[in-house]
């Protein structure tokens, strides 16, 4: 992965968490090391979050760690403290505000969930409207429709007794 491929991904994923609520300025700075070195950082000003691939002198929070591990947190496959407690992620500045990205992360996954699942329905109704549309172009494609339905109440039934045995009727000639 490249460092503006790890970018992108957080962008996409951060983008995702409503901001609107909070009224504080906050500034993060990332610094990856390893694969997809690189500082970015992540601003919520005004209620809406910027995410640029540059470094932020004047931030609240400086978060230190791979590329894997904050794609794991932001991901919401890893707790943002056990990574912190684990050694994998270094914070340098305000921990309150540094405890706020993991509310990022869990915001941006119920979106992404909410967002998936109506995928999937709209998926589905479109699979229903296809198969409708190909029964509809099946029938059709196979002329008008001839069949009959008759119930069994339309069927004149004989009055008993009018009708007489054959094999009587011949006996008795003979």
């Known amino acids: 992965m490249t460092y503006q491929e790890l970018v992108s991904e957080i962008r996409d994923i951060f983008m995702q968490a409503d901001v609107s609520g ?4 906050i500034a993060y700075q990332f610094d990856i090391r390893g694969e997809a070195e690189g500082a970015f950082y992540a601003e919520v000003s005004e209620g809406k979050l910027y995410i640029e691939p540059y470094e932020y002198y004047d931030r609240d929070v400086l ?3 791979t590329a894997d591990t904050l ?3 932001a991901g919401g496959t890893m707790d943002a403290i056990a990574a912190f407690t684990q050694g994998k992620l270094q914070v340098e500045g305000s921990f309150d505000k540094a405890l706020l990205l993991q509310n990022f ?6 979106e992404k969930k909410k967002q998936k699942k109506a995928e999937e329905k709209n998926l589905k109704t479109e699979i229903k409207q296809a198969k409708a549309e190909k029964t509809a172009e099946k029938k059709a494609a196979s002329g008008p429709d001839t069949t009959v339905s008759v119930k069994t109440d339309d069927i004149i039934q004989p009055k008993a007794n009018t009708v007489k045995n054959p094999v009587k009727r011949l006996l008795k000639n003979k």
């Open 22 to 25: 909070i009224k504080e300025h």
């Open 63 to 65: 978060f230190t760690t």
């Open 71 to 73: 794609l794991s947190i």
């Open 105 to 110: 992360s869990k915001q941006a996954n119920r």
